[in-house]
């Protein structure tokens, strides 16, 4: 057993436990484990979706798994995103979106978001025990997936969440759009606070 991976336990609190359990062992009554993925939309508006290996149900889904034992919910996304599709994500570039616990499951949920572009997809070194090839989707285009039962649920529900997120991000950069145009207008970002700055540095991202 101990080249099978581990998985950190925490309790209600999302306070480690130092305990740990293997891969596909129960989880232990009262005990939680953590559970990230990301989405990772490029500058067309499309996301980088994967088609899960038979063994793993076959659907469509986007990225994510468990943190190994020792890491953190952002080392977790990182390591899961390399293993599955090779791809290197830079940590500063990260959204959470969203953080939730499900008592049924038993797991803390750590959703990301990602705005960059990825060349050459058909390039990237897939992990061929979890994916069998990766495209980029519209929004249209995963609706009707999901519609169809092709798109892995959990991960669908979870995609609802970060649409309602850009929405109101949007909503909220349409609303200050003429205050955002005269503080970088103005250069002198360094007299604003860090919220203001990073809702400048978004704004740029969206509309360049």
């Not at 061929?128 to 519609?147: A, F, G, N, Q, Y």
Request: charged share 35%; with cysteine.
């Amino acid at each position: 057993m101990e080249n099978i991976e581990k998985r950190d336990l925490y309790d209600i609190n999302r306070k480690i436990t130092g305990k740990k359990i293997f891969k596909g062992e129960a989880i232990p009554d009262g005990k939680y484990i953590t559970v990230v993925l990301v989405f990772i939309q490029n500058t067309e508006g499309k996301f980088l979706i994967q088609k899960r290996s038979k063994i793993k149900n076959g659907k469509f889904a986007t990225t994510g798994g468990h943190p190994k034992a020792g890491e953190d919910s952002i080392q977790g996304i990182l390591t899961e995103v390399k293993e599955e599709i090779g791809l290197d994500l830079n940590p500063k570039d990260l959204q959470l979106y969203y953080s939730g616990r499900s008592d049924k499951d038993k797991v803390f949920w750590d959703d990301y978001y990602i705005k960059m572009d990825v060349p050459n997809i058909e390039n990237l070194v897939l992990q061929k025990e979890e994916v069998d090839s990766v495209c980029w989707l519209s929004i249209d285009e995963i609706e009707t997936l999901m519609k169809e039962n092709n798109f892995f649920k959990n991960h669908y529900e979870e995609f609802e969440i970060l649409l309602t997120w850009l929405k109101k991000w949007r909503d909220y950069l349409t609303e200050n759009i003429v205050l955002l145009r005269f503080l970088m207008d103005l250069k002198n970002i360094d007299k604003f606070q860090k919220k203001e700055y990073n809702v400048i540095i978004e704004y740029t991202r969206y509309n360049n």
